[in-house]
C-alpha cells in the first residue's frame, strides 16, 4: 500500500510529533524545525528526484522521508536522525506501508545527519541536499540580534537561499545571498563545512557536481 505526502499532512499524530519536536529544539535554542521547514525539504527533495527522470513513486519517497526527517527531535537532538528513523519505522508500519518502501524512508532518514548520515539511495542524496540547502533568515526564532549565537547569526545574514540543478543535469548549486554586515562568509564555513562535504558526497550519488556560491563567489 502507497501511503501520499498528502495523507501524512493531514495524519495529526504526525502533526503533532514534528509540532512537539520543534517545540524541544526552541527549548534549546534552535532555529525553526517545524511544517516551514519540513515542508520545504520535502518539496525540494522532490524538486532535485524529478528533475533527474527517477520514477514518481520515488520521487513520493523523497517527499515522505522530508516530511518525516525531524522527528527524531522529539526523543533528543542527539542522534535524532536514528531515533526518527526508528519512529518513521513504527508509523509506516502502522499505515501498512510495504516493507520495500518504508526501507527506503527509514534509511533515508537515518542517514540524513552530518556526521553519520551516508547517501545510500538517491531519496537519502535528495534529503541530505534539501535539508542541509534550507539556510534562511526566516528560521531565526531569536529576536534578540544582540543576543545571537553564530547559528542564528548565519540564518539570518542569509537574505537569498536558491537549490538549482543546471539544464544538463550535470551541477547541483547552492546560491546564496549573505548580508556580510551580519555574518562574515567564513562563519557558514565553520558551521556548515560537514555540511557541505556530505552534501558533496550525495550530489555525486545523483551524478551531480555541487557547487556552493555566495555573493556570487564560487566556493566549492
Known sequence: MMITYEDLKKNETIRTY????DQSL??????????AHVTRVAETAAYILETLG???????LARIAGYLHD???LVNRVD??????????RLLDKMNVSAEDTAVVVSAIGNHDEGTGVPVNPVAAALILADKSDVRRSRVRNTDISSFDIHDRVNYS?????????EEKTII???LQIDTRISPVMDYFEIFLERMILCRKAAEKLGLQFKLII????LI
Open 173 to 175: 548549486k547552492l546560491k
Open 71 to 73: 522527528i527524531g527531535n
Open 18 to 21: 514534528i509540532d512537539r519536536a
Open 26 to 35: 526552541a527549548a534549546l535554542g534552535f532555529t525553526e524545525h517545524s511544517f
Open 215 to 218: 555573493n556570487e563567489q564560487q
Open 80 to 89: 535524532h536522525s536514528q531515533s526518527g528513523a526508528v519512529m518513521a519505522f
Open 54 to 60: 527517477y520514477p514518481a513513486h520515488d520521487v513520493e
Open 158 to 166: 542569509v537574505v537569498k537561499s536558491i537549490l538549482k540543478i543546471n
